[in-house]
């Protein structure tokens, strides 16, 4: 790991390398770490210290997992993009949809890369994306397209960040009066973030919100 942050840019692609599983956080730094021309200047396990990282090293790449334990890797990315103009960040997850892939290149993500696809993918993505390439795989870059042309829209394409916060809550099992708790607003206003999820998504229960959601890729 570089011993000194924010130094000029060399010729090697600098990342960021975003996972809390420590386990494949170790085996994807040591497999990164010994291509040529990638150094892995820091590992964070959270969105939180990924934001803090991206502003101290300013890499090029951010190789970002979907699922921390203080919120979603996509929802980061406009965080991660302003702590460090340029960085281009690639999502790494365990499944791919077209919604989700949609919802990355929305937040100015740079591609998405599945975690079943092997070392030698993902070290080529890196580069793809550190030379200011997007990656999407093929079966995913139609929704992608069209989303961001505007031809098609998801069922989640309007939710706020708090109705998707409140889907979340919903997929969990939690209940108004626990949703809002856990969200810290009045009853009337938990049960009307989930009247608007439910309408948004066309559902007209609870569980058929989520599996709506599901269906479309917002809970993956």
Partial sequence: MSPSPGRPASPSIRLVLVEDHDMVAEALGLALGRAAGIEVVARAGSVAAAV???????????????????????????????????VRVLVLT???????????????GAGLIVKSAG??????????VAAGGAVFEHALLAGVLNRLTGRARGSGAELTARERETLLL???GASTGQISERLGVAHNTA????????EK???????????????EGLLD
């Avoid at 990282?53 to 090029?60: A, F, G, L, Q």
């Avoid at 070392?119 to 793809?128: D, M, Q, T």
């Avoid at 049960?191 to 439910?198: C, E, K, M, P, T």
């Fill in 170 to 172: 919903l997929a969990e």
């Fill in 52 to 86: 803090a990282d991206t502003e101290r090293w300013r890499p090029d790449v951010v190789l970002l997992d979907r699922r921390l334990p203080d919120g979603d890797g996509v929802a980061a990315i406009p965080r991660l993009s302003a702590a460090a103009p340029g």
């Fill in 201 to 215: 998504l066309g559902a007209r229960s609870k569980l058929e919100a989520v599996a709506v959601a599901r269906r």
């Fill in 119 to 128: 070392l030698r993918k993902l070290e080529s993505a890196v580069r793809e």
């Fill in 94 to 108: 365990g499944e791919a949809s077209p919604a989700v892939a949609a919802r990355v290149a929305e937040a100015g």
């Fill in 191 to 198: 049960r009307n973030h989930i009247q608007r999820v439910l």
